[in-house]
């Protein structure tokens, strides 16, 4: 009789052991599927950030995905803030830490130095002075780049407002379908095909409440 208990003993614990064993397997297989389909994703997401995408992924997006205080990045370029951007670009582009300080020099070059973006009404300042305007989705166009990349630009045209404020505004930030954006390019004008042939200048935007130390750290981090 001991002898069959001990041998029941056994087996129960052989089936305990190999049953935590598969929910371990299990488990394991599970978190490897999991982190796998991450990696797809922010594979998937890396791609559409260099501009690589289907039409059909792009999808129209509201002017709250812009709404907030923003800050112009070109006065943290003037006064050396950003060098180490430039430094960590040349280390691992094809030009000089100068070449690439003087092309973006260009590119961020603006006298709007903040923009305040709330429900349909964009706000310009430039120093103490503001013209607003109130503005409403004029569609997206895909562009496509010499290397043969392409970028979308999300399109808002004033209905209202300052006369001042710019007839069409721009927006190009990587992200082609709706999400909030943590920072974006501008591009403005009163000639809506004017402004998509623009392509040297653009004036680039990050959260007012950052200062030059956060925005660095957020470059560098992408």
Known sequence: MTKVLKKLSYVAAISTALGLTGLVSAHAASEHK???SHSHAD??????????????QVKARPLSDWEGDWQSVYPYLVDGTLDPVMADKAK????????????????????????????SKVTFFRGE??????????GHEILTYKKGNRGVRFIFKKVAGDEAAPAFIQFSDHIIAPEKAGHYHLYWGDDRAAVLKELTNWPTYYPANLDGKQILEEMLAH
Do not use: C, M, N, P
């Not at 594979?43 to 059909?56: L, M, N, S, T, W």
């Open 129 to 138: 002075t503001a013209v607003s305007g109130d503005y409403e989705t004029d």
């Open 92 to 119: 691992h582009g094809d030009k000089s830490a100068a070449d690439y300080r003087a092309y973006y020099d260009v590119g961020y070059k603006t006298d709007v130095d903040r923009i305040l973006i709330a429900g």
């Open 43 to 56: 594979e998937a997401q890396k791609k559409v950030h260099e501009g690589y995408f289907a039409d059909d």
């Open 34 to 36: 999991h982190s796998h």
